[in-house]
């Protein structure tokens, strides 16, 4: 699928979409769009949906009011989270490698770099999250003393770090279209979620009379 060139993997179109939606879906919890893969900028808002949903689930584990029964349905919704999240980071790299293929990239004789664009984009989620509710903290109301200039402090690590990997993700993507880099895509290979493969699971199954 060749992808039109304005949804072309771009780090500051997806880290702005990022900012834009962690913020829309804070406010507006029932505007969360169906998952959509038509273009690669679909995929990697779907993704970061997935993240969006695991930090608030994550959350709800913390609470310390959770009762025994709300933690396990909690746990089994962020299995389910986690391998949705997965999944579409894997789908990042499979549709960028389904454009790549017509240009006969990537280059096999090339470097391979350890990360793919899908795994950078994962991480570039989860910043996009920390430096909301990061923010969130700085502007708290009734926080101890120090509590702002910390978070303040903390802010601008996480800034600088979503900047030099979002120059990674698009150098990498430049040099692979150069073809003086490659990636390939990395499965993850989940096991907890497949029960022919999860001993916890199998292992209790009642054999077939």
């Given amino acids: 699928m060749r992808l ?24 507006q919890p029932s505007a969360l769009p169906c998952e959509s893969y ?19 689930t994550e959350d709800d584990a913390r609470s310390p009011h959770a009762t025994d029964h709300d933690l396990a349905e909690v746990k089994r919704a962020i299995d389910r989270i986690n391998q949705r999240r997965n999944d579409l980071a894997e789908r990042c790299d499979i549709v960028l490698l389904d454009y790549l293929r ?11 770099n350890s990360e793919s664009p899908g795994l950078v984009i994962d991480r570039l989620s989860i910043l996009a999250l920390k430096l909301f509710h990061t923010a969130e903290e700085v502007a708290r109301p009734n926080a101890p003393k120090g509590h702002a200039e910390r978070n303040r402090q903390r802010l601008q690590i996480l800034k600088d770090q979503r900047d ?19 990636f390939k895509l990395y499965l993850q290979l989940k096991m907890y979620n497949d029960p022919a493969l999860n001993p916890v699971v199998y292992s209790q199954r009642k054999p077939p009379s």
């Fill in 164 to 182: 030099d990997l979002a120059d990674c993700l698009d150098r990498l993507w430049q040099q692979t279209l150069a073809g003086t880099r490659r």
């Fill in 38 to 56: 038509d273009t690669f900028l679909d995929t990697v808002i779907a993704q970061h949906l997935a993240n969006f949903q695991l930090w608030h």
């Fill in 102 to 112: 017509p240009l006969d990239l990537p280059n096999p004789q090339a470097e391979l």
């Fill in 4 to 27: 039109p060139e304005t949804t072309i993997l771009s780090a500051r179109e997806i880290t702005a979409q990022h900012d834009r939606l962690t913020a829309l879906w804070h406010e």
